[in-house]
């Protein structure tokens, strides 16, 4: 049963149809509905758009594993300032890093999802999960899962515990405060690494999935077992199993703010992100070079994820969107999904930066399915604008 909930914000004209899609996908949602969808084109904002009850666009989500695109973006300013070298071992700014076997990898296939440290054999504590340095701590211990840089899996939950603790090596100060100072703050952005307590009241706790009978048989069909790759990947296998949907709406993650899954953001504050990423804004130069969004959006992994058990393809900490997700973006795009069925990405040929969120947790994970018809028509407005 279709409901009427309104859609509420603005498009640039020429980007009317935007508009139409998703007040068409809204439509066929149930009444409880929440979400945000924003996009800019070269750094110009053209997409600003809400829908739900009581919601607005300064509403922040959890947007789970769309963090790692802010936690690698980090990254790669601090390549491109010279501060960090992708083809160095990880061993050079963390010694420890090398115990069991993990002293030949390169902070490039570490970012690459090569290293096989997916998690620990017994797994973390709700503690240790909000806090990125304990959990790099217990890694460094940890004798990988596969011979590092043989074959690669998502490090779902401790990729961003991983590259920033070489962020904290090599500059002394958490991936987090570098982002704040370098990112978040200059554009006050709504995509927060650490949420401060003042910000609270704007956070939309995280609703569980809701699927029908018939996705939930395709759910439970899914093999699983406590001791799999993606029961260790997802921290299911120790004696307080993680419950992934419900990660945000622990005040110790929204606070801390762990680099992997932790960030908080509105649709405005993901694509704002990677507008600045990509395009000139307020007069300020983009954040990365031409050549480092190239060498970061460049697929390192592709073919069979040993985690996911499925096609997937990385660049360095970025997914491959356009392998992944939507093939009709551009060659070198990138960006993030996260679990709850956020989206966000910067399209270097198109100059096109998107961000979307909602609230309660799509079917199956990872991006919402609506994203593939909301950014087709942010793209093809796009290109009939230009």
Not at 57 to 69: E, H
Not at 85 to 112: C, H, I, M, N, Q
Request: with cysteine.
């Amino acid at each position: 049963m279709t409901q009427e909930i309104t859609v509420q914000g603005t498009v640039a004209e020429g980007f009317e149809a935007v508009r139409e899609e998703f007040a068409a996908f809204v439509a066929e949602e149930p009444a409880d509905y929440e979400g945000q969808l924003c996009a800019y084109v070269h750094g110009r904002r053209v997409v600003d758009l809400w829908a739900g009850a009581g919601v607005d666009g300064d509403a922040l989500y959890g947007v789970f594993s769309s963090t790692k695109g802010a936690a690698h973006l980090v990254v790669a300013m601090l390549v491109q300032d010279g501060t960090l070298e992708l083809d160095r071992k990880v061993t050079y700014y963390w010694p420890e890093f090398g115990a069991e076997g993990k002293g030949s990898l390169t902070l490039r296939e570490l970012a690459a999802h090569r290293a096989g440290l997916i998690g620990t054999d017994t797994g973390f504590s709700p503690q240790d999960l909000a806090d990125d340095r304990a959990m790099a701590e217990r890694l460094a211990d940890q004798r990988p899962f596969w011979r590092p840089g043989t074959a690669f899996g998502y490090h779902a939950l401790v990729i961003g515990a991983l590259t920033g603790e070489v962020v904290r090596r090599a500059t002394g100060r958490t991936l987090q405060d570098v982002y704040e100072e370098r990112v978040r703050a200059p554009y006050g952005l709504d995509f927060f690494l650490g949420l401060p307590a003042a910000h609270e009241p704007r956070f939309r706790s995280v609703q569980p999935m809701r699927p029908t009978p018939a996705e939930q048989a395709l759910l439970d069909s899914v093999p699983s077992g406590p001791h799999t790759l993606a029961a260790i990947a997802f921290n299911t296998h120790p004696a307080e199993p993680t419950d992934l949907g419900s990660l945000p709406n622990d005040p110790r993650v929204r606070a801390k703010g762990p680099a992997s899954f932790g960030g908080v953001a509105s649709a405005r504050g993901l694509a704002g992100m990677y507008a600045a990423l990509l395009s000139e804004i307020d007069g300020k130069a983009p954040l990365l070079k031409e050549d480092t969004v190239a060498e970061f959006g460049q697929v390192h992994s592709v073919g069979y994820d040993l985690v996911a058990r499925t096609h997937k393809s990385y660049g360095l900490g970025f997914q491959a969107t356009a392998d992944v997700w939507h093939p009709f973006l551009g060659a070198g795009t990138i960006g993030h999904s996260g679990a709850a069925g956020s989206q966000a990405f910067a399209d270097p040929r198109s100059g096109i930066a998107y961000g979307y969120t909602r609230r309660r947790f799509a079917f199956p994970g990872g991006a919402a399915p609506e994203n593939d018809r909301l950014a087709k028509a942010v793209h093809r407005a796009a290109l009939e604008t230009r």
